[in-house]
Each structure stands twice: as C-alpha cells, then as structure tokens.
C-alpha cells in the first residue's frame, strides 16, 4: 500500500462495510495473478488485500482513522501532547506532573505517554491515569504501573499450491527463535492474512502482546492452476484415446480419478468435473492430443491408406 488503504481499494474514507467488501471484490475479479499476469495488476492485488485486510477489522480501521497505527498496522510514534501542556507558558500544575527533576526521564516518558496524560485532582495533584503516583511517586513505579499494548508483526509465509488449496499446517520460526505450528485454511489465496493472536510484541506493564500477521504467498503448481475456486488443468492423451474414446486418469487436488474421454476427443477440448476445485469448486480439464513418440512404418501405412478415402481439412471453420 502506498500509505492510504482507502485509495488501494478505490474507495471514500466514509465507505461502508459493504462498499469495501465490494471494491476488494472487484479488484479480486480483474487483478488476481490467476487470472492477470501483468506484474503491475498483481501489485494492485497485493495493494488491496492488504488494504482489506486492515479495514475489515472494526478496530483497526477505527485505530488508523484516529491515527494511533499506519496502513500496515503498526503503532504510530505518540504526539507529545503531554510535554507541550506541562511546559507551556503560565501552566500551575507544570512542576507537579513529577518528572520535573529529571529532564531525560521526562523525555522519555512524554513520549512514551503522550495522549495518556490527564489531571487527577485540583492544583498540586496532576498526574497520568493508571500511574498510581503523585509527584511523591518515583519514576521506576510510574513506568512499571504504565500499560501498553505490544506493537503488532507482520510476515510473509510461504505457503505450496495444495497447502493453501486442500489446506494443512505448516511450521514458523518466529523471531524470538521460538517453533510455532500454523493452521492454513482450506481454499487460502494469495495475499491473504492469518492472524497470529498474541504472537507479536511484548506489552508494556498490564498491556497484552502485539498479535503477527501473515502474508500467504502460494506457490505455482506444474500441473494445475487456480481461478477463485476452479482448477484447470491440461490433460495429455494419445492418438487412439482421441479417436476410440475411453476411461483415463485425471490428476486432481485430492488425488486421480477416471475420466470419460469421448469418441472424437480433440485437443483444446474442455471436460468438467464437478465438484473437484476447491470448497466445492469445479475442475476444468483441457484435453491435449499428443504424438506417439515415433510414427513407425505401421502408423504411417495405416493412415496412407485411410487418407485415401478420409481425408479432410483440418483448418477449416467447424460448423456451431
């Protein structure tokens, strides 16, 4: 994202649910490298998962509209707020906030703090909520009574092409070093995100951890490729196969299964088995007719002959 999600997904700030829901949608149709394989509509695609991913969730849309994380989720440096009210001119309770003598814990904690201050009390009583301090209070309990919630992480995972189809688990490492076992879910796509609840940084006092984010890249498969929830994928058969028809093999996600090729089959020719994409998806299987290694004197003798009283025009417009 180029720091705006709203703008990634083509839409106003005060957009709806719905409408965001919709745009992602409608990028998802044009710009899904499944089905564009233009460098520049896969950098849109990533651009407005991402961007969906932020603003689906109430609270962190809520959260970035107020300017406390940026598009990629992560906290934003606190304003000052704090500092600039306890310094300024004619202030009565400025030396009363207890960080007065010394001057690089004040720093310190004005930025850590900022919008968290307010006043407890009259004149001689400021001081932050939840400090459980007043100017008496030193500064090692101020900062241990002080709560904050631990920055999110995001990651890219690197996820195969049947993982994400058939879904699975799959283990991280995580920065800490630590092993981690990851549920991928069935039908996974491209740019999604998996959130880790817990597992991102450490919070600060009372304040709960980050949570991680996860980036789902998938792999490319060599015999299949993925449309929404469709699969296709070409299916080499022989010369007598065409002509004789039959039952052959068909890859498919979740194993072979028979295929009925009919008499007169012909390379580009699609066949269908239903139910075998993904959550309920189809599977489109293009036929491809394929020479017989080596055209032996039988082969060539046999089709002389038949090219005697068959022969017909390949090129020709097929009728319907």
Known sequence: MAGDP????????SASDAEIKKAYRKIAKTDHPDLN?????????KAASAAYDLLKDPEQRRRFDAGEIDDQGHERPQQRYYRQHAEAAGNPYAQDYGFGGDPDLSDVFGDLFG???????????GGFRGFGGGPGAGA?????????????????????????????????T??????????????????????????????????GAGDAYLTLSVGQHPDFVRE????????????????????????TIDGPVNLTIPKGATTGQKLRLRGRGVNGGDQQVELKVVMPPQVDDDLAAFMENWRKSHAYDARAKRKG
Do not use: C, N
């Open 228 to 251: 929404g929830d469709d699969i296709f994928t070409t299916l080499p058969i022989s010369i007598d196969e065409a002509v004789l028809g039959g039952k052959v093999a068909a890859p």
């Open 115 to 125: 919008q968290r201050g307010g006043g407890r009390g009259g004149p001689g009583q």
């Open 37 to 45: 394989p233009d460098p520049a509509a896969g950098e849109r695609f």
């Open 174 to 207: 995580m920065p800490d070093g630590s092993d981690l076992e990851v549920a991928i879910p069935k039908g996974a796509h491209e740019g999604q995100t998996i959130r880790l609840k817990g597992k991102g940084g450490p919070g600060y006092g009372k304040g």
């Open 140 to 172: 090692g309990q101020r900062e241990a009574d002080f709560s904050m919630r631990g920055q999110d992480h995001r990651f890219q995972l690197d996820v195969d092409f049947l993982t994400a189809a058939k879904g699975g688990k799959t283990r991280i």
């Open 6 to 13: 709203y703008a990634a997904l083509g839409v106003s700030k």
